[in-house]
């Protein structure tokens, strides 16, 4: 499966950022999917997660209530970031779970098969 994410650039603190994952695979609308991030020196973090069916979505504490992952289409998830903040900086990965369990939304690196090659969101202050 392969993954390309997009809309990642520069916006200043308060404002709002989209980006997509998008995947020309059939598969993908069947697996779990996530985003994560890395800041330079950091280790790579998970930021939100939906399951196959869409029913069930998980966040990391520090973006609930300004961040929504969402599956738009049959090929693309999306997470749209709102009240951006410096610390959101990061490469931003997406990422697929080869899994058929219908609300499974994996939060740990390593339960996810599938990486797209990330893009950049810096939020300046």
């Known amino acids: 499966v392969q993954l390309q994410a997009s809309g990642g650039g520069l916006v200043q603190a308060g404002g709002s950022m989209r980006v997509s994952c998008y995947s020309i695979d059939r598969a993908f609308g069947s697996y779990p999917m996530g985003w994560f991030r890395q800041a330079p020196g950091k280790e790579r973090e998970f930021v939100a997660a939906?399951?196959?069916?869409?029913?069930?979505i998980r966040y990391t504490d520090t973006v609930k209530g300004r961040f929504t992952i969402a599956r738009d289409t049959k090929n693309t998830v999306s997470l749209q970031m709102n009240s951006l903040k410096p610390e959101d900086s990061a490469v931003y990965y997406c990422?697929?779970?080869?899994?058929?369990?219908?609300?499974?939304?994996?939060?740990?690196?390593?339960?996810?098969?599938?990486w797209g090659q990330g893009t950049q969101v810096t939020v300046s202050s």
């Open positions: 939906v399951s196959r069916t869409g029913r069930r």
């Open positions: 990422a697929a779970a080869n899994s058929a369990r219908n609300e499974y939304a994996p939060q740990v690196r390593d339960e996810y098969d599938y």
